[in-house]
């Protein structure tokens, strides 16, 4: 089966329609979303709407709970804090109550009990899985909570990435910028498909991953989108101006 991993679409539906697509053309047979729908950019009601309708399962991610009244808004730079208050009038009382019942991660993939899908990590939704204090936490958590769990799918970073640690413990051993990798069963994987809506590795194109479960293989695909549509869009909506310059950058 292949499945399709999602995250941190923020308000970007040209980023959003092209990963979309990529999917379909590939075969994909299910998606999940690991959060972060809202936020930052300007269609929050059509990737919301777009994202429920095409996922099998979605965890919410921190600007969703910022959108909803769940998390202070005072945490978020100025930039974030601008986006997620301008969020929350712009969008329908539908789409907002929408976003405020996301589930809560971490959670096992239904279709697969070996995978667990969190925006975060598994100990903390809102934790950035960057460092290797967090990795080690991190599987710890899985060691404690998710014992028969091959691989830990998390988002909330913007940059994609893949981590591996043996089943009977070890040091974890970082894989960046893999766009393929034979999942060896000996193994526990961290893996993070990056952003669809804003990429933050340098590289402007949308990111996401796809999860093969018959050949064990991942796959990190980057799509182009219509970034200057995007950046129009930010302009016309009084969004700040900054979040338009960084699509082009990629970070």
């Avoid at 959108?67 to 601008?82: E, S």
């Avoid at 969008?91 to 959670?107: F, M, N, Y």
């Avoid at 934790?127 to 799918?153: K, N, Q």
Wanted: hydrophobic share 40%.
């Amino acid at each position: 089966m292949k499945i399709g991993i999602i995250s941190d679409i923020h308000s970007n539906l040209e980023a959003l329609q092209a990963v979309l697509a990529e999917i379909d053309s590939r075969g994909v047979e299910a998606v999940v979303c690991l959060g972060d729908l809202v936020g930052y950019n300007a269609d929050p009601d059509a990737c919301v709407t777009s994202v429920m309708s095409r996922s099998a399962q979605v965890v919410r991610g921190n600007h969703d709970k910022a959108v909803a009244g769940i998390l202070d808004v005072q945490w978020f730079n100025p930039a974030a804090r601008a986006a997620a208050l301008w969020t929350r009038q712009a969008v329908r009382p539908d789409t907002l109550a929408t976003i405020r019942e996301l589930a809560r991660g971490p959670c096992l993939l239904a279709v697969d009990q070996s995978v667990v899908l969190c925006h975060g990590t598994p100990f903390d939704e809102d934790v950035y899985l960057m460092d290797e204090g967090s990795v080690l936490d991190t599987y710890a958590a899985l060691d404690a909570e998710f014992p028969g769990a091959r691989i830990c799918f998390n988002g909330h970073t913007h940059v994609p990435l893949v981590v591996r640690r043996p089943r009977v413990g070890g040091p974890p051993q970082v894989i960046r910028r893999a766009e393929s990798v034979e999942l060896d069963p000996r193994m526990v994987y961290l893996v993070n498909p990056g952003s669809v809506g804003q990429p933050r590795d340098g590289i402007a194109s949308a990111s996401f991953g796809i999860l093969d479960t018959g050949r064990m293989v991942y796959t990190n695909v980057r799509t182009p989108y219509a970034v200057q549509e995007t950046q129009r869009k930010i302009r016309n909506a009084g969004l700040p101006a900054s979040l338009a310059y960084r699509l082009a950058e990629g970070r």
